[in-house]
């Protein structure tokens, strides 16, 4: 699983100038990617990330509007939940220094 922090035409861009890493292919592995506003699963056969999900208040409009690309959505998404306040607190006890903000 991947987080994003931002969720913007700036983060979500149809192509990228290099790659850093390998990304999934149609054989693996399992990518899903989080963003403040929804969430993305790689689709294998597809080759190409589609809406899996998407946040309370947040409509499939604003997750697609605020991306450089026109993603595939799922016929049925999931609404997500936000995290509770007891996850919330074992993040923070895990990164204290709060790294994941930065």
């Not at 946040?55 to 016929?75: C, S, Y």
């Amino acid at each position: 699983m991947m987080w994003l922090k931002e969720h913007s035409r700036r983060t979500l861009v149809e192509r990228v100038d290099f790659i850093t890493a390998p990304g999934p292919t149609k054989q693996g592995p399992r990518l899903v990617i989080c963003t403040p506003k929804a969430m993305f699963e790689f689709d294998h056969e597809l080759g190409e990330l589609v809406v899996a999900g998407v946040f309370p208040g947040v409509t499939v409009d604003d997750v697609v509007n605020n991306m450089a690309f026109k993603p595939r959505v799922r016929e049925t998404l999931s609404m997500l939940e936000p995290a509770t306040q007891d996850e919330l607190q074992l993040l923070n006890k895990l990164d204290p220094g709060g790294i994941r903000y930065s």
